[in-house]
């Protein structure tokens, strides 16, 4: 089937006639095509949100929040539709896109929808100089929204619901791996009364389609994740123009656990965080570090339980870990093994590509457990986002802040133990953006979400998000 751009409330072809091939990463077949979309298709793009503009940042809040609230309805009523088809693109466990994915994109949407009509702004009486200051927050225009593979739908509408609640109107694409939901989104908003023009997907590859979104001169904001390189690519590009940017890159989180923790509950929850999504989540703690009186116990458990996963078709019930989401990508995550064994560490469990019968050519690889030797080898350094973790044993509190420290990536940690001096002391030292402490990726929508160092700038979620879609603009009266 072909998927086809989402402009001015249509569905249209790419105006070149240039295709792209949407590949089944559970067996490997192409099952469709999608645009590569050219400068000239978002050019349109841009034109239609451009002048659906004035009259969608003049909409009531109440009626903005209203169509939000609506397409979150309308999405949740799909459910089904959304899950089966978010899992086939990408490779993900049904039951993951079910319960995780689309339940997810549908609050997004009713989250915003609610914020925007407790969205307030600053106002300040000059005493003494009798003026008074109040701040209005104007939505900065049309705004460009770009998005990854990993979580496709989900942060495709993280960054969109936000943009639209403010009052902006928006050209957004999502990756050229994963395309389908974004597709089916176009049809959603339209039920739910989104004006046209308002929102406009367009698709294709990343150096075409995303890079002419970047360097549209009147895209006034762009709100991007995906690869750390890239979003350096795209700083670079938008910097002359002086876009406001929110980029929300890669990690290599530390998982630090102490003895003092509940077991139980940190081993099933570190099973999740080390490979749910095949480990393709941007937070996954994919850098194990165990205090060393309890390595040895946690070695043979967590092993024991990672061989116990089960790999399979992603649409079968049991399955834990469906295939990764490309053939380029799990050559990449293929190759980090290679460079573990050559770093001399020791593979625990897994390390190899699982053929499955009946899906010979789907992208699957086992889970995969690393014991290192040295916290600065290359697999621990480096993000591999994949259903591979690293573990290794420390002796001292300081210690395992240092190395949990010493990467480039600063997106989340996750802290395990129960002593809360230990707690303050280093929640307060660890170079992330987002820290749990006895759980792990337990989301509230009002918090902010994104990274230090090369994770990225700027945060998402909340009022934060609504700050960043809109521009503030401060009036003083005297009287
Ligand atoms: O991401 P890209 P890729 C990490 C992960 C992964 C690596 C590369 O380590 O292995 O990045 O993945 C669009 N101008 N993460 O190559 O290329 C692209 O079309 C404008 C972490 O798939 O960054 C897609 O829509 N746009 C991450 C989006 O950017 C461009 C999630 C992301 O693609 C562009 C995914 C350009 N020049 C990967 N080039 C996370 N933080 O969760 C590409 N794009």
């Known amino acids: 089937m072909n998927i086809k751009n989402f402009i001015n409330d249509k569905y249209v072809e790419p105006i070149s006639g240039d295709w792209l091939d949407n590949y089944c990463p559970a067996n490997g077949e192409i099952y469709g095509k999608l645009p590569n979309s050219s400068k000239d298709d978002v050019e349109e793009a841009y034109k239609a949100a451009k002048e659906a503009f004035p009259l969608w940042s003049q909409t ?30 990408n490779g993900k466990p049904i039951s993951l896109a079910k319960s995780v ?13 609610n914020a925007i009509t407790q969205f307030a702004s600053e106002s300040h009486e000059s005493v003494g100089q009798q003026a008074v200051n109040y701040t209005l927050r104007q939505p900065l225009g049309v705004v460009g929204c770009i998005s990854p593979w990993n979580l496709p739908l989900y ?5 969109i619901a936000p943009a639209l609640a403010a009052g902006n109107c928006v050209v957004a694409k999502p990756s050229e791996i994963t395309p389908m939901t974004a597709y089916m989104l176009g049809e959603i908003c339209n039920e739910a009364g989104l004006p046209k ?58 998982n630090i656990i102490f003895k003092d923790c509940d077991y139980d509950e940190m081993l099933h929850t570190t099973l999740r965080s080390s490979f749910s999504n095949q480990g393709q989540i941007c937070l996954c703690g994919s850098r194990i570090f165990v205090e060393e009186s309890l390595y040895k116990k946690f070695k043979k458990d967590f092993v ?46 897994g390390g190899n590509q699982i053929i499955i019968e009946g899906y010979e050519n789907g ?12 916290d600065e080898c290359s697999i621990n350094q480096e993000e591999i986002f994949g ?12 210690e395992v802040l240092q190395m949990a420290n010493k990467v480039k990536y600063g997106l989340s940690a996750t802290l395990w133990t129960n002593d809360l001096r230990r707690t303050m002391r280093m929640t307060q030292a660890l170079q992330a953006g987002i820290v749990w402490v006895n759980t792990w990726m337990l989301r509230d929508l009002r918090t902010p979400f994104g990274g230090v160092k090369a994770s990225g700038i700027g945060r998402e979620g909340g009022f934060e998000a609504l700050r960043f879609f809109t521009e503030p603009k401060n009036i003083c009266i005297k009287y």
């Open 60 to 89: 009531t809040l109440d009626e903005r929040s209203r169509i939000l609230i609506r397409i979150s309805e309308l999405l949740e009523a799909s459910l089904d539709r959304f899950a089966e088809a978010e899992s086939k693109d």
């Open 101 to 113: 994915d689309i339940p997810r994109a549908a609050s997004n949407f009713r989250f915003f929808g």
């Open 155 to 159: 942060l495709f509408t993280w960054k």
């Open 197 to 254: 023009g308002v929102l406009n997907i367009v698709h294709g590859l990343g150096k075409t389609t995303g890079q002419a979104i970047v360097e549209h001169p009147d895209i006034k904001a762009i709100s991007f994740t995906g690869g750390t390189t890239t979003g350096a690519h795209i700083a670079k590009k938008a910097a002359p123009m002086f876009k406001k940017l929110s980029l929300e890159l890669g990690g290599k989180n530390p």
């Open 304 to 349: 024991e339980k990672v061989k116990q996963l089960k790999v399979g078709h992603p649409s079968e019930k049991a399955t834990d870990i469906g295939a990764l989401v490309s053939k380029q990508h799990l050559e990449k995550v293929l190759s980090y093994i290679e460079i573990a064994k050559k770093e001399d560490n020791t593979i625990l469990c």
């Open 363 to 374: 992208y699957y690889m086992q889970p995969t457990v690393i014991e290192v030797i040295n």
């Open 387 to 398: 259903p591979v973790v690293t573990i290794m044993p420390f002796k001292t509190e300081e």
